[in-house]
């Protein structure tokens, strides 16, 4: 069997989580998650490429080289969720299953998280769990490309 291999991809501003609005998006830090999602990853024998970025071309790109190299896309595209049409077409255009997902329940907070421009292009999200949203992302994620293949 081939191994699965998943995209994580963090939005602007997710760097500096464990001191940004902790009563919001909780004290641990990216690389803790990040390290608890390659643990994640090993006992669901699957791996995780993890990557931040606050640009969102770069976003973009990254989607475009994951053609070919991963087989699912995760994803917290942060405050770009509610205005990137640009990183919903690169994932419609590269066709990769993707799951979207959010430590804060954006359903919640403002009404302009309301919307997210990802949701319908998605598998589906996971909103409100904090870090643990992107281990539920992830399980859900490998599951569905598992029963795919
Ligand atoms: C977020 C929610 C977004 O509305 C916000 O802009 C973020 C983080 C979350 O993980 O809860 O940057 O995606």
Redesign the pocket.
Known sequence: MSEIGILVLH????NLLGMREPG??GSTTLAKINDSLKLNAEKLQVSVDCRQSNHEGVLVDAIHSARGLHSGILI????Y??TSLAIRDALTGVRIPTVE????N?YT?EEF?HHSYIAPVAIGQI?GFGAD?YYLGLQALVNYLKAKN
């Open positions: 939005g602007p501003n997710l919001i998006y917290n595209a942060g405050a969720t509610h997902v959010h430590l804060s954006i907070r998280r909103s949203s």
